[in-house]
Every structure is written in C-alpha cells, then in structure tokens.
C-alpha cells in the first residue's frame, strides 16, 4: 500500500462519523432502569428527586468527558418556578341568576382547574360566562373570535384546537388553520394566554379527547398542581383559575341556558362568530392555595467546536416526570417518566457518548436536559428567554422526547410537516437505514408544539421532534397494526401514569435506530457548515430571516 493511499484511508477514518453500533440498547436500559427507579421519586421539579436527578445527570456527563455548558461556566441554568397547589375547595359552583340554583363542581370530575397566583386563596366572585369559541386572534389569517368583547374579569370558555379542526367539506373555514393539523393557535397554553391578555379572571376549556389527543384522566393526573416561571407582579396573569370542564358537564350547562353547543360549535367554525354571554350563570370559587417558589434548574454540557465554536448543535430531552402521586392498582406511587422521557435522557448520554468517540466536531455540540417540560415546557421557555448560546448562532435543535418500545421500524415518524428544511435531511439519513418517513398520524393533536423544541422554534431556531407516540410506526415484527397497538396502549394506559415505568418487554431495536438517525443529522450538521431553515408557509422563517446577517 502506498503512503498517500495509507494516509487517504487514515484520513477517510477519521473524518468517518460515529459508528452506528456505538449507540447501545443495554446503555439506554441502564440509565432507563436507574432514572425511574424509586430512588429519584418521579423526578418533580424542587424536590428531593430532583436533587438527586441533577447530581447523577452531572455525574453521568462528566464519565463522558463532556465540558459544563451552564451559566458562569457551571453545569446549570438556575430555573425559579413559582409552584402551586390547590386544596379543598370551600366553594366551587356554577351559580344561576338569583342564586336560586346552584351547581357544585367536584375537582377533578366535573371540572379541572389550577392556579399560577401565589396568593392564599384563588376566588372569583360571581363572574359571568363568555363563550369565545375557539378563541382564536388571527389577523393573519383574518379570523377574530373576540370580535372586540371586553373579558375583563369574565371567565372566558373555549373549545379546543382550531377552527377548521371539525370542519366538513366546502365549510369555508376548511384548510385555514391546517385542517387536521393543529396550529399553535389550537393549544391550550395559547388560549390561556389570549384570556389572560384580555384580562378573564378564569379561563375554561371544553374537554374533547379527539380534539386535544387525550383523555381527562390525563388533564386531572397534576392532581391541583401548577408551575410556572417566576415573574414580577406587574407581568402575572389576570387568570385566578385556569383549567377544563367536562364535555358533559359543558353540554348540560349550555342545555340548561337553552343553548345547544354542538350548534354553537358549529357557528364558531364561521370568521362571522361572535362571542355568546353565557347569560344567568356566574362562576363562584373560594380554593385555598399552597404556593412557594422552587429553585430548579436546566442541566447543560458541551463537545466544543474545533473551527467554529460559537456556532452550536444542540440536542434535548427532558430530565422531569410527574414525581408522587396516588397509588396505581399495583401500588406504585411514582409517576417515573420510564420512556417520558428517561428514554430520551439516555438518547442523549449515547448520542454524547458516541460523539466523544469520534474526531471532534467543527461546531460545537450542546446537550440540554431541561427542567418542568410536563409543567408547560418551562425550562426550555426559560433557556430561550435566557440563552446560554446565541438563537441566531444555534444551528438546530434536535429533540428526543418518548420513543417507541416495541422493536424495529421500516420508517420513522416526522412531527411538523412542511415546517423545516431538517425533515428532508430526516428522509434522506433515513434512506441510508434503509427506512422511509411517514408522516404523524393524528397531526391534530399538535405535537409540534408539545415539546421543548418549541422553545426554540419561537425564537427561530430550526428544529426536529422524535416522537414515538407521533403514529403508528410500521414495526418490522407485526407491521403498522403492532405499532398501532403500541401507541394505543402507551397513550391509553401510561402516559403520564404510573404505568410509565421500565419493563422487561421492552424491546429498545427501534429506540436505536431512530437515536442513531438523531445522531447522524447532528453529526453532519456539526462537521459542516451549512445552515438548515425554516419552509416557505412556517410561520417561524420570518424571525430566523432577520437574524441572517449574524450567520453571514
């Protein structure tokens, strides 16, 4: 063999990316196992569990030679959250004119509601009901669901998701909003904060499982509980409650007024609606509230970049789950995230992992496991208020939140169609897997904007979502009827329960293939320059546009 032909393969190598067998099915169970084992007590943001969450996250990545990438040169981003808890209520009803009929609610059946107040007491004292239908304020689009109608200590009530989401063919709304893909307008943090800005001092979504992708023991699971992040009193909301209200228990309300909702649902999918004054029903509450500020924090480390340091890849997962909670049927207390998202935690210990492996990148990486996403992804809002890295110099952001469980696929799931250049490079690295892309079953359900890379995506950030839960994958051992079923079953039964814990028929072959394909974008991503963007269409291309000059 020839010198320059020794050296050409020499070189091949080691510009070669990690290998692909570098990413290891007993690793992601290792750290699986050890994150939702009763030792980190479902993780919860400023509890015990936390603690102890944060001392092995940085343990962990100091044995993979990361370097911290947290604020003063430290391993954290402080996160304050404002955290709340309601108690018994001594008074929650809806009260008829008069105050000769009264309806009592119970919490957690006929209604759900919280608070972000650090007051004593929540209250609202006989405030009228407006029903905005979606509530939505898109000027953009020419839809106005408030039509100018002061909510100044109202209790606004919407309905969920979008205008077009039940639209039938030739409504004219139909294919404004998406169709049957939820825009953010359709989110429920959205209308809670269209209430607020409107000043409501209650906001009330009507539960639908089909229209928000989940049942009401998933809205009732925080059991009273809130978090958000700490703000001055002069920037917090106008809401003292916010929350749900039973499909049923809306139908009856309406009934009871001589209004049919599904009519009025009707009429709200029409850019001509106007807000209805629930007439002759208040809203009356008196709920004692448990509040304290709690200190959490983000966790970041970081490959540095060879070449162009300032210039960063960043991947995500998040490290909290639901923390302790009444016991299940087999007595389990501990809501522990086994797969939401510990999976995704250890995701990125071997994305790191193999990175370490291989010669260092030109650009840097960054690994960010953020705090409270099940909260209203709030570490990840508090990162993107506060950035460690510059938005406009952060390539992309890659996130890893649930994966699926039940073996190997033929294709993997995009989440957000048509937002992003970094789906073509998802189907093109699936392609050398030998995979296809299909695309999310139930994009109504808005998963896009149900993840920490959100965050970033508001900022402009490019971004990608891997999301098991997202369709149903086409397993190579029972095809899409056997991922169908994983996702039934995972949605249905453990989400957010404590049925989210390690199981031995877990089968982690196709966790494996997607972080491998996770690491692969990264990997270009991080030993090129190029700069992945945002679809004619997204609404996130204007604000990545304006900061081009800074990536020049």
Known sequence: ??????????AALLAAPAAAQDISAANLTETVRTLASGQFQGRAPGTVGEERTIGYLIGRLQAL??????????????????????????KLQFERAGHHNVQPLI???????STLQPADVAA?????LVFVGYGVHAPERGWDDFKGVDLRGKVAVFLINDPDFAAQPGEPVAGRFGGKTMTYYGRWTYKFEEAARRGAIAALIVHDEGGVGYGWNVVKAPAGENYGLVVPPEKRSSLQLQGWIAHDVADRMFADLGLDLDQLRATARRADFRPVA???????????????????????????????????????????AYGEGKPDAQGRIYRAGANDDALGVAGLFEI??????????????VFAFWTAEERGLLGSEAYAQNPVYRHEKTVAN???????????????????????????????????????????SLPERGLFYRADHFSMAKRGVPVLLMMGIAGASDLVDGGTAAGQKWVDDYTGNC??????????????????????????????????????GWKDGSEFKAIRDASAAARQ
Request: net charge negative; with cysteine.
């Open 495 to 532: 989400y957010h329960q404590a049925c989210d814990a390690w199981d031995e028929s877990w089968n982690l072959d196709g966790a494996v293939q997607d972080i491998e394909l996770f690491r692969a974008i990264g990997d270009e991503l991080a030993r090129s320059a190029r700069w992945p």
């Open 107 to 113: 919490q957690g059946t006929d209604i759900y509601v």
């Open 65 to 90: 030679g990361l370097e911290p990438g947290g604020v003063d040169g430290g391993w954290t981003q402080p996160v304050p959250l404002l955290h709340t808890r309601l108690g018994s209520p001594a």
């Open 398 to 440: 890659l996130g890893l939140d649930i994966l699926q469980t039940a073996g190997r696929a033929r294709d993997v799931i995009l989440v957000g169609k048509g937002q992003g250049s970094l789906e073509d490079d998802l189907a093109r690295l699936a392609a050398a897997q030998g995979r296809t892309v299909s695309v999310e």
């Open 1 to 10: 063999m020839s010198l320059r032909l020794a050296a050409a393969l020499i």
């Open 352 to 365: 790191a992992r193999a990175f370490k492996t291989a010669p260092a990148p030109d650009r840097s990486l």
């Open 278 to 320: 629930l007439r002759g029903v208040t809203l009356e509450a008196e709920i004692p509230v448990a509040h304290e500020v709690v200190q959490s924090q983000n966790v970041l480390a970081r490959i540095p970049g060879a070449t162009r340091p300032d210039e960063v890849v960043m991947y995500g997962a998040h490290w909290d």
């Open 124 to 128: 609202v004292a006989a405030a009228p």
